[in-house]
C-alpha cells in the first residue's frame, strides 16, 4: 500500500509500505476513505519534533475490511470515523471520560500512520466509531473533521467553561481555532471573538458564528479584548496555537476567575506562576478525548446541523501530499484533504 513518510524534517514522500493485517484479537483493518495533514504535522515538518523515517496522518475516515475476534462494536463494512489517540476504552481514565489519557494509549501519528491506503487501528473498540451508514460524499470531510480538529476544537471550548451569556476569545485561526468558534456558538456563546488576520479564515470564523474578529496580537491582542469586554476579559478563552506568546496572549484575555482551554500542542513555553495564580484562571486542556464526543459529533454532522467539512480548503491525491505540506507552512491553505 501507499503512506506518507517524513524523512526529515522539510522531506515528505509517498513510498510503499507493508501491507497491515490483524495482530491482536482487539484489531480492525481499515480502508482508509480520506485522510488529512493536520498543524500538529508541521512540527515535526519544520524541525521542531524530530523525523527520521517516521509515519504520518492521525485523522482518517474508511470502511472496515476485518476484525479481531474480541470486537465488538464495529465490523467489516461499517464506515467508521477514527480517533487520533488508541485507547482501550475500558480502563479507569477511559470509564472517566479522558480516552485520549489511557494507560494503554498509543498515538495513531507515531506508529500507525494513516495517511496512507489503509491502517491497522489497535483496541478498535476503543478507538474507532461507526457511522449511521455509509455517508453521502458531501459528508465525508466533515465526518474527516470529527476525527481530530472537530474534536479538539470542541473539547477547548468544554475546557473553557464555554455556555450561554458567555464571552468566548479564540485564539488562534488555523483548523482547531476555527473548530473551537464553530464549538462555541452550538454551545450557546452570546460573544464570540475570533482572533485573526487571514481574510479567509476571518469569513470562515464569521460563518461559523463569530461576532467579532479582532486582529491585533500579542499585548494589543489583550487589550483589546479587555476593550471589547468592560476592561475585564473574556468568560472563556481557548488557546489553539502554541506558542508562548500565544499562550501569553490567551492567558491575558482571559478574565479574573475565567476559564482557559488550552488544546494548541505547545513546546517550550514556560508559564509564570503568577499569570495564573493571582488572577485565579481555571485551566484545563491538553489532547482531546475525541473518543468520548464522537457519537455526539457524528450525529450533529449526519443530521447537517454542523459543517465542519468547511475547513478543508484545498484537496489533494494522496500522491501529492508534499505539495499539501507545503501549502500548509506558507498558510497558502488552512487545512489539506488527502483523497485516496
Known amino acids: 500500500m501507499r503512506g506518507v513518510v517524513m524523512y526529515k524534517a522539510g522531506d515528505v ?3 510503499e509500505r507493508e501491507d497491515p493485517k490483524i495482530i491482536a484479537p482487539t484489531d480492525a483493518v481499515v480502508r482508509l476513505t480520506a485522510t488529512c495533514i493536520c498543524g500538529s504535522d508541521l512540527w515535526p515538518y519544520r524541525g521542531v519534533e524530530p523525523a527520521d523515517h517516521q509515519v504520518m496522518g492521525h485523522e482518517y ?58 491502517a491497522r487501528i489497535p483496541y478498535a473498540d476503543g478507538t474507532l466509531v461507526a457511522t449511521p451508514g455509509h455517508p453521502e460524499p458531501e459528508l465525508v470531510p466533515s465526518l474527516l473533521a470529527a476525527s481530530d480538529v472537530l474534536g479538539t476544537g470542541w473539547f477547548g471550548a468544554l475546557a473553557a467553561e464555554v455556555g450561554p451569556g458567555k464571552t468566548v476569545a479564540v485564539v488562534g485561526d488555523g ?29 470562515l470564523a464569521l460563518e461559523y458564528g463569530a461576532t467579532h474578529i479582532v486582529t491585533e496580537r500579542g499585548d494589543d491582542g489583550v ?8 476592561g475585564l476579559g473574556a468568560h472563556s478563552v481557548v488557546e489553539a496555537v502554541g506558542t508562548q506568546e500565544s499562550t501569553m496572549q490567551a492567558i491575558g484575555a482571559t478574565r479574573p476567575a475565567g476559564h482557559l482551554g488550552i488544546v494548541g500542542v505547545n513546546y517550550e513555553v514556560t508559564i ?31 443530521d447537517r446541523k454542523i459543517d465542519p467539512g468547511k475547513v478543508f480548503d484545498l484537496s489533494l491525491p494522496l500522491e501529492q501530499a508534499a505539495e499539501g505540506y507545503r501549502a500548509m507552512d506558507d498558510r497558502r491553505a488552512t487545512k489539506v484533504l488527502l483523497t485516496l
Not at 61 to 68: A, D, H, L, R, W
Not at 177 to 203: C, E, T, W
Not at 223 to 230: F, S, Y
Request: aromatic share 6%.
Open 13 to 15: 514522500r509517498v513510498e
Open 61 to 118: 475516515v474508511g470502511v472496515v475490511e476485518e476484525v479481531g475476534s474480541a470486537v465488538r462494536t464495529v465490523k467489516a463494512g461499517d464506515f467508521v470515523v477514527g480517533t487520533f489517540v488508541v485507547a482501550d476504552g475500558t480502563c479507569e481514565i477511559c470509564r472517566a471520560g479522558y480516552p485520549s489519557q489511557c494507560v494503554n494509549r498509543e498515538f495513531v501519528s507515531q506508529t500507525i500512520g494513516t495517511q496512507a491506503d489503509r
Open 175 to 203: 483548523a482547531v481555532g476555527l473548530m473551537a468558534v464553530l464549538a462555541a456558538k452550538q454551545l450557546g456563546a452570546q460573544r464570540i471573538i475570533a482572533m485573526s488576520r487571514h481574510p479567509q479564515r476571518q469569513k
Open 223 to 230: 487589550a483589546r479584548i479587555k476593550e471589547l469586554t468592560g
Open 272 to 302: 509564570p506562576g503568577t499569570a495564573l495564580f493571582f488572577p485565579g484562571i481555571h485551566v484545563h486542556g491538553g489532547p482531546a478525548p475525541v473518543r468520548r464526543l464522537l457519537p455526539e459529533l457524528i450525529q450533529l454532522i449526519w
